[in-house]
C-alpha cells in the first residue's frame, strides 16, 4: 500500500487530497494513521527544500512514541499476557492499534510498560551493587 500516489506533488495539500480521493473508509484511514507514523517534521515548498533538510540533519530528534511504536512492531505477531491485565492476550499490534488510536488503555499500557521497565532496571541495578 502506498502512502501517496508517485504522480502526486509531495505537499501537504495534495498528499490529504489524494487520501481523501480514496472511496475506501477503512482504507482512508489506515493512510491517514501511516501518514502519522511517518513522523513527517514538516511540509516544505520547493525552493526551500535544502535549508529544511539541513535544519533536520542538524537536529537530535527522539520520540519515546516512536521508539515504543517501533520496538512493538519488531514483535507484533506475539501475544501479550502480562504487565497491564486489561490488554492481556491480546497480540502487540493490537495493543499498537490502541496506542495510535490514543485510546485511555492505550495511553495507561505505555505508562503501566515505563513503570515496569524502570522498576526492573533498578532491580537489576541493586543485584549488580549488593
Known sequence: MSLIKA????????GIREILSEHNLKEQIAR????????????????KYR????????QDLFSL??????LLNSY???????VFPPLSGKILSE???????????GKEFQKALLEHA???MIELNKEIND
Open 95 to 105: 495493543i499498537i492499534e490502541e496506542i495510535d488510536s490514543g485510546t485511555t488503555n
Open 7 to 14: 504522480d502526486v506533488p509531495a505537499n501537504l495539500e495534495a
Open 32 to 47: 491517514i494513521r501511516n501518514l502519522t507514523r511517518a513522523n513527517i517534521l514538516a511540509f516544505t515548498d520547493k525552493g
Open 51 to 58: 535549508s529544511s533538510i539541513l535544519t533536520v540533519i542538524q
Open 76 to 82: 507484533r505477531d506475539l501475544t501479550f499476557r502480562s
Open 118 to 120: 524502570i522498576a526492573h
Open 65 to 70: 512514541e516512536s521508539q515504543l511504536d517501533s
